[in-house]
Nanobody
């Protein structure tokens, strides 16, 4: 079992930045690929970014590429999402998730999810 707790959400103006954190506890953090997802009101949850167990590989949704950066610190059992140049369309609840590292970082099934943190970008 892995428990995930997100933090760092809030209200920011368009063009601003936020850094989300996701702290993990339970099984060995480095056993997991970590991902960030988001869900806007009335929309389905969508993939944002993922990072391999070592941090050596990352993948991003086209909508955030060049603006968001995912990283992890295995010593702190934490994954981060640095969000720059935020747009109103980035407004959503952001979730971190953990999936088995053995399956890579693309198209994997995530087994564990956090409760989410709200990000609101005003225009």
């Amino acid at each position: 079992q892995v428990q995930l707790v997100e933090s760092g959400g809030g209200l920011v103006q368009a063009g601003g930045s936020l850094r989300l954190s996701c702290a993990a506890s339970g099984r060995a953090f480095s056993d997991y690929t970590m991902g960030w997802f988001r869900q806007a009101p009335g929309k389905e949850r969508e993939f944002v970014a993922a990072i391999s167990w070592s941090g050596g590989s990352t993948v991003y949704a086209d909508s955030v590429k060049g603006r968001f950066t995912i990283s992890r610190d295995n010593a702190k059992n934490t994954v981060y999402l640095q969000m720059n140049s935020l747009k109103p369309e980035d407004t959503a609840v952001y979730y971190c998730a953990a999936g088995p590292a053995a399956y890579g970082i693309v198209g994997i099934k995530y087994n564990y999810w956090g409760q989410g943190t709200q990000v609101t970008v005003s225009s």
